[in-house]
């Protein structure tokens, strides 16, 4: 169920208290690195993907050496995050696409982020907002979650969540409530085990009220 304008107005207040000084999960310096994380990021950890890529980017330090590099060699620097040999065959891929379509440049623009290969709507969504700073909500496992548990959202898939965010959040709110939630839903309402009983937000919480009368 859909919270109230009122209690989601609210919500939103003590996240962004808790949550302002957090940042993106991802280390990079540039979109060049962030699209390739993000990409990589697919099935794993951002912890984990943060480990592999100091070394990916000192060996290709820029999109046209990604895709001139040998699939082989890129497999080893990623293969600790799963379905490497895949993500290995988009990132070059898709660099390659930068250097030919784009002159070497990441595009800032959502829809021409999909044409990438490796890049959905969730891949393009992080890579506008922290590379570009537009307003945008990716919709992840603990954005998923965490919004519908809180009510900002009541629907049944990724999509149609991420529809009802940007209609419930005020636009100029949208990338931050994205980071926000991930933290909360990785520090407090995790999936299996949600700490509501010291949750800051168990007063506007339809889960919890449903879990304390059921
Ligand atoms: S009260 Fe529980 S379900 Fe609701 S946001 Fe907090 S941890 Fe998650």
New binding site residues.
Partial sequence: MNNSKENIDKILKLLGEKYHDTKPGLDHKNPYQLLVATILSAQCTDRQVNKITPALFERYPGPEDLAAADLTEVEGYVKSCGFYKTKSRNIIASCGILIDKFNGQVPADIDVLQTLPGVGRKTANVVASNAFGIDAIAVDTHVFR?SN??GLADAKNVLDTEKQLMENIPKNKWSDAHRWLIY?GRQ???ARR???ES????SY????KN?ISS
């Fill in positions: 965490v548990r809180l909360h407090i309402c995790n949600p700490k509501c949750c800051f937000l168990s919480c339809p889960y919890f879990s």
